[in-house]
Structure formats: C-alpha cells, structure tokens
C-alpha cells in the first residue's frame, strides 16, 4: 500500500491522455499519471500503443496508472465488459503500467466486490486504486470501508460533490474513517486557487488535469454523434499544471507549520 505523504509534503496525479501529459506531469514533479483517453466522457481505457508511450516517456521518474473503464456512463457492467475489463488490466499490467484504476457498482448502487476482486486480482503486483465511483455510490461511507477491505491503494474521491472544494467536508470524514488504511485522494475540479481549500481537508494526494481546450475543426462533416465537425479535444497545460502544483506545496507546507494543523 502507499503510504501518505509525510507532513508538509503533497503527492500529485496528473490526468494524462497521452506522452505529452506525461512529460508535463514530469516537469512538476507529480509522483503519477493516470492515463486515459475521452477526457470528456469522464475518461475511458487508453488504448494499448497510447499505454506504452506513456511507459516509456515516463521511465522511472513517475508511475503511469491505466484507467479501466470500457464505456461511458455508469458503473455497472455486464459479464462481456468485465472480460474486456479484465483483459485491458492485464494489458496495461503487461505493457509496464504500474498500477490500474477501476471502480464497479453493483445493481444497487454498492460496490460490486466480486467484480472489483476480479480486477484486482487480475493486476497482479501492480498497484489498485479505485475511481470516483464512490462519490456516486449508494452508501460513500459504507463503500470507504469496502475498498479499505478489498486492500486497495487509493480512492480518488471528489468527496461525493460535485467538485472536491464542494466536498471538503466528507473528505475529512473520509480522512478520518480511513485511519491511513487507504490514501484518500482529492479530485474533480481541481484548481490553483482551490488547492488550499481542498488540502485543508487533510487529503494529502491531489489529483488534476490542469487542462485546456483546442479547438478542433469547424467543417460541417458529421462525425457521428459529435455533430457537426470534428470537435475540440483537451490537453494537459504546463503553465496550469504548475501553477496548481505550487498552490498545493505552498498550502501542505503552510498547515504544516500551524501547531494542530490538516498535515497529517
């Protein structure tokens, strides 16, 4: 299991959809990438060739960790998506990623553990965290201590709001039920001028995209159900990323230094 960051100290995780994410993770000296593709969907299973370009842009100076998730929408699956699921872990496993993502719900909104314990155990020796499906289950609290039990890693939680400055509140509860028995790692929304906020929780992981919109093109091709054209597409931004990256040092080293602090 990972083990928190040290008071004072902040560990980042930089969404990266491709080498160029990673070479930007690497410059601010984030500890992870987790690699996908569709952004926009919420991020889906990076495909294999995307897998090994990160790999081995990031070398040894930080861990790519391989989303798995077969589609957009919920997190409920059926037998096939689990076979593609475990598949793509083994994949990405195979490929040198050092660990996956995955979150499965069952029919009533809790953690589906036999599905999650396949996954897992698909990985191998690499590292598992779970994804924001928490912050959508039914019971959060209750999914907490699944996850704790299933040994996972992390869980990247948004604190069940819709933005991880929102829910600041329940990841402090959160902090506290975990007990250092899992990482619990802020996300969804993340900015500079949130960090602070955000870290004050006790959260000592801070994951982000620091993204920017390119435009794509304007042509009236239809592309299915992008519409008309191709559409734009998200990147990660240096200047972003950094900026984020100092609000989250100066904010950890901040509470450090206050007798009583969120430093833990």
């Known amino acids: 299991m990972n083990a928190p960051a040290a008071a004072g100290a902040v560990t980042l995780e930089l969404i990266a959809q491709d080498a160029a994410a990673v070479r930007v993770a690497a410059s601010i ?32 100076a930080l861990g790519v960790h391989v989303l798995i998730r077969p589609r957009g929408g919920g997190f409920h699956y059926t037998a096939d998506e689990f076979a593609v699921m475990e598949s793509d872990v083994r994949a990405a496993v195979a490929a040198g990623a050092a660990g996956v993502v995955i979150g499965c719900l069952d029919e009533a909104g809790r953690f589906d553990l036999d599905g999650m314990r396949r996954l897992r155990d698909a990985a191998g020796p690499a590292g598992v965290a779970a994804h924001r499906a928490i912050d959508v289950s039914a019971e959060p609290f209750q999914a907490l201590d699944a996850l704790i039990e299933l040994g996972l890693d992390r869980v990247l939680t948004s604190g069940a709001a819709p933005t991880a400055l929102a829910g600041r509140d329940t990841l402090r509860a959160f902090v506290e039920r975990a007990e250092g028995r899992i990482v619990v790692m802020a996300g969804g929304g993340v900015t500079a001028a949130d960090a602070p906020g955000i870290l004050a929780s006790g959260v000592r992981d801070l994951h982000f995209s620091a993204k920017r919109t390119v435009a794509g093109d304007a042509g009236g091709v239809s592309m299915g159900s992008a519409g008309s054209g191709v559409g734009d597409y998200e990147v990660a931004d240096a200047q972003v990323a ?5 609000a989250a040092r100066t904010a950890a080293a901040s509470s450090a230094s206050i007798p009583g602090g969120a430093a833990r």
């Open 29 to 60: 000296g984030a500890a992870r990438v987790e690699l996908c593709q569709a952004l926009a969907l919420g991020g889906l299973t990076p495909s294999l060739g995307t897998i090994e370009a990160a790999v081995q842009t990031a070398g040894d």
């Open 242 to 246: 950094r900026e984020i990256a100092e």
